[in-house]
């Protein structure tokens, strides 16, 4: 009993941190058809933000971890890939390519390869069903699925979530109602940015944070968003959840190196049988007309 009840903490904790990157970049991809290979160099950034801002109070750095995520999206949207759009998919995807090249380089001249870490904010443990598990993993866990709730809630329960729809759906008729586009595509980027931000930060007291920390985290997470399906709003979470139960489960039984091998082999089949994801019926971001042509 104890070994299971422990798989299935270690996957609620892995869940949530997989499903908060997810989410993020799936609502990058299928709002605005953008590749976001710089995304796990975004959670990296919140984890050395964190790391910089150690004197101040978890909750404050995970606040300013956001808003700086915020401020970060917008530059990149706003500077770089608002010019690129008329060019398709690739221009797009270099660019990302190039803006995650771009903060490794810059977070290795500021803090070197030396990893870095964080205080646990909450220690201690608490003890589920007879297993002792450490009351922070499960709190990040936690928040991060909260989180992902009241996002999806505002997505489709306030008229800023139908004005964000809109402009994504057809650009040029949501002009026509008056709602400013520019500024809608831009807030889906930077909401997207944030949330990988703070994945990162929620994530840094159980992290060994290098510059290269997010490259492991970017194909996990996008095989999240392709098993879900790319475009729908549940399927990067359900996708997460398959990635940590899998992750999880390798790690239990295997060695690590062996675990992280038959994991990207094992990813890389379900993608390979099912490359336009799993015929699950997730609600689409796209309007109905798209998905029925």
């Known amino acids: 009993m104890e070994p299971f009840v422990l798989f299935a903490l270690s996957v609620f904790t892995a869940f949530g941190f997989y499903a908060l990157l997810a989410w993020g970049l799936g609502l990058i991809f299928g709002q605005l058809n953008v590749v976001n290979v710089a995304h796990g160099d975004m959670a990296m950034v919140g984890a050395y933000l964190m790391v910089v801002l150690t004197p101040v109070a978890f909750p404050l750095r995970l606040l300013l971890a956001v808003i700086g995520g915020l401020v970060l999206g917008a530059l990149i949207e706003r500077g770089l890939l608002s010019r690129l759009y008329e060019h398709g998919m690739l221009a797009t995807l270099l660019a990302m390519w190039g803006t995650g090249i771009v903060l490794r380089q810059t977070a290795e001249a500021i803090f070197g390869p030396t990893p870095a870490s964080v205080p646990v904010p909450i220690t201690g443990t608490v003890e589920v069903l007879g297993v002792d598990y450490p009351i922070f993993r499960l709190v990040s866990a936690t928040v991060s699925l909260l989180i992902l709730a009241g996002l999806v809630l ?25 709602i400013p586009t520019g500024a809608m595509v831009t807030g889906t980027f930077a909401v997207g940015t944030a949330l990988a931000v703070l994945a990162g930060a929620l994530q840094s007291p159980m992290l060994g944070i290098t510059p290269q920390v997010g490259v492991s985290l970017l194909a996990p997470t996008f095989f999240a968003v392709l098993l879900g399906r790319p475009g729908s709003i549940g399927g990067p979470i359900f996708g997460a959840f ?42 689409l971001w796209k309007p109905l007309r798209q998905r029925v042509a």
């Not at 800023?160 to 002009?175: C, E, F, K, Q, V």
Request: proline residues 4%; positive net charge; without cysteine.
């Open 242 to 283: 398959v990635v940590a139960v899998l992750d999880i489960g390798l790690r239990t039984v295997l060695p690590e190196t062996v675990a992280g091998v038959v994991f990207f082999i094992a990813l890389i089949v379900l993608i390979a049988l099912q490359p336009q994801g799993p015929n699950w019926r997730f609600t």
């Open 154 to 178: 505002v997505m489709y329960r306030t008229s800023l979530g139908l004005r964000l729809r809109a402009s994504i759906d057809n650009r040029a008729m949501a002009a026509g109602f008056g």
